[in-house]
């Protein structure tokens, strides 16, 4: 068969000219040093910051230093099998998280990978752990109540949405039982809840999720952890990746409540890193930047304007003080930077009241703005009742003789405390706060007993759900009191009833 040179030059010009260059380009680095969660890396001189690196064993890293002759890398996972002199390359990607609604329900740690042994999660989307907060014009002011379930938080230091409200109090005070029952507290209100778990016992953080599942939570709820036995840089991220999975939620016209528990512990796995990364210490060898470690973190939570869809991210960031200590320095940072703090005090939680708020110390620098009408009514005097209960309680140990005003005041501020008790997992609707508020503050319960005063509480909602339900439904739905006269006679109707006479 002969052959035809100029078919043969023909199917050479036909292939050259639909040749496709094919490469894949890609900077490679080398390790130089490896250790404590932390690497260094020669070669790749056009990392950016924050951008996420492959190892040669598969994990992944994270651009932190980038310094004249290499970078210091965090490393996301494990760091045993990497060696000096393995290759490392960039992805071109910063550092990111997988969102979405396919997140509901499920725990997953801060790369976004589940950890709940129920298979793979399917979404598309991703979002960057560090993103700019809303600026001042994409803003609006917290005027909608987030209603906690807690009388003591709803009466006396409102949380509104969009609002950082700060949770402060030493540990085994009752701070995550607070967020839990938040939680739970947001059954049919609308609202996407994520529990960010940093550096807790992996027992602790099973046993809040089967709390979560148990009382039906978990279906609106994202659970985040990064446990103790996990490197630093996990417990570093791990609230950046909650805000990130938040943020697409908010940016979609929802709202979300996001609990970090605790800050201290990140600020601590934060010093860990930039010690190791050899950055210059300051204050309590914590970094230079670790106010701004904060900041960036709790400024991403606001209720955002209507042409960004009106949604909203309410934070409820933890700080474990030692011994009462809130004038400590992760303590006053985190304080400086949010909307107001709810303080649990030791000697209050070891007394038996709990929720252990101390009033005297707790604020909320949204205040009436986020409470509806009718608890604006009812709690307006409680502040001062409590205060004022507060003093007088101390000079009565002196065991004077007391006029009949001191003693009412006494009187009043006992039943007060007691009613702003609570049992845990028992969230209280708003409505039926106000309902109890209301009893108190004109007089109701101070002909009965003290040790009754729960009792009475318990006997009074059942009552108004059996025989008043269209008082509770106004509250609901008008968010003001009913005719007071129309109440009145009601509270007077199950005294005269019941035997608290």
Same mark, same amino acid.
């Given at each position: ?33 490896? @250790? ?6 020669? @070669? ?6 924050? /951008?996420? *690196? ?12 980038? /310094? ?33 609604d396919a997140l509901i329900g499920r725990v997953v740690d801060p790369l976004g990978r589940p950890v ?25 002011? =917290? ?5 906690? @379930? ?8 409102p949380i509104g949405r969009g609002q950082r409200e700060l949770v402060i109090g030493d540990r085994q ?36 999720? #089967? ?15 990064? $446990? ?28 979300? *409540? ?13 010093? #860990? ?37 009106? @949604? ?53 620098? =949204? ?18 009742? *409590?205060? $004022?209960?507060? #003093? ?9 003789? *007391? ?43 101070? $002909? ?24 509770? #439904?106004?509250?609901?739905v008008t968010k003001d009191l009913p005719d007071e006269e129309v109440l009145d006679a009601a509270i ?10």
């Amino acid at each position: 068969m002969a052959i035809n040179a100029q078919e043969i030059s023909a199917l050479i010009k036909q292939q050259i000219e639909n040749f496709q260059p094919n490469f894949d380009v890609t900077e490679t680095g080398v390790v130089t040093y490896i @250790g404590d969660g932390i690497a260094r890396a020669h @070669g790749l001189d056009n990392a950016m910051s924050g /951008e996420l *690196l492959i190892f040669e064993n598969g994990s992944y890293g994270m651009a932190q230093n980038l /310094e004249a002759n290499d970078i210091g890398i965090i490393i996301l996972g494990d760091f045993t099998d990497i060696r000096e002199g393995d290759s490392i390359r960039r992805t071109g990607k910063i550092m990111e998280v997988p969102v979405g609604d396919a997140l509901i329900g499920r725990v997953v740690d801060p790369l976004g990978r589940p950890v709940d042994g129920l298979g793979a999660i399917e979404t598309d989307k991703s979002r960057p752990v560090e993103a700019p907060a809303p600026g001042v014009m994409e803003r609006q002011s =917290v005027t909608e109540p987030m209603q906690t @379930g807690w009388k003591a938080i709803d009466a006396l230091v409102p949380i509104g949405r969009g609002q950082r409200e700060l949770v402060i109090g030493d540990r085994q005070t009752g701070k995550t039982t607070i967020a839990i029952d938040a939680i739970l507290n947001q059954k049919g209100q609308d609202m996407i809840c994520i529990y960010v778990a940093i550096g807790q016992k992996e027992s602790t953080v099973r046993t809040q999720v #089967e709390t979560l599942r148990q009382y039906g939570a978990l279906d609106y709820t994202i659970v985040v952890t990064a $446990s103790a036995s996990q490197p630093s840089p996990l417990l570093y991220l791990a609230p950046y990746a909650g805000v990130a999975m938040a943020e697409e939620f908010m940016y979609n016209g929802k709202h979300v *409540l996001i609990v970090y528990d605790d800050l201290s512990k990140q600020a601590v796995a934060y010093r #860990e890193l930039s010690l190791l990364l050899r950055r210059p210490p300051g204050r309590e060898a914590f970094p230079g930047d670790v106010f701004y470690l904060h900041s960036r973190l709790l400024e991403r939570s606001a209720k955002v304007s209507d042409e960004l869809g009106g @949604g909203s991210i309410t934070a409820l960031p933890f700080i474990e003080t030692q011994a009462g200590d809130i004038s400590a320095y992760i303590a006053t940072n985190v304080i400086s930077i949010t909307d107001g703090q709810i303080f649990l005090s030791d000697s209050l939680f070891n007394a038996g009241v709990r929720p252990a708020i101390d009033a005297g110390s707790s604020v909320s620098r =949204v205040g009436g703005s986020a409470q509806i009408k009718a608890m604006k009514k009812v709690a307006g005097t409680l502040r001062i009742d *409590l205060a $004022s209960y507060r #003093e007088l309680e101390a000079f009565t140990k002196f065991g004077s003789d *007391l006029d009949a005003a001191t003693q009412a005041k006494l009187n009043r501020g006992r039943r007060t405390v007691e009613v702003l008790k609570q049992p845990v997992h028992k969230p209280l609707p708003v409505e039926k706060q106000v309902v109890i508020l209301y009893a108190l503050t004109h007089g109701y319960l101070d $002909s009965v007993p003290v040790d009754d005063i729960v009792r009475f509480e318990d006997e009074l909602h059942d009552y108004f759900d059996a025989h008043h339900e269209e008082l509770l #439904e106004t509250i609901r739905v008008t968010k003001d009191l009913p005719d007071e006269e129309v109440l009145d006679a009601a509270i007077a109707e199950f005294k005269n009833q019941s035997n608290f006479k």
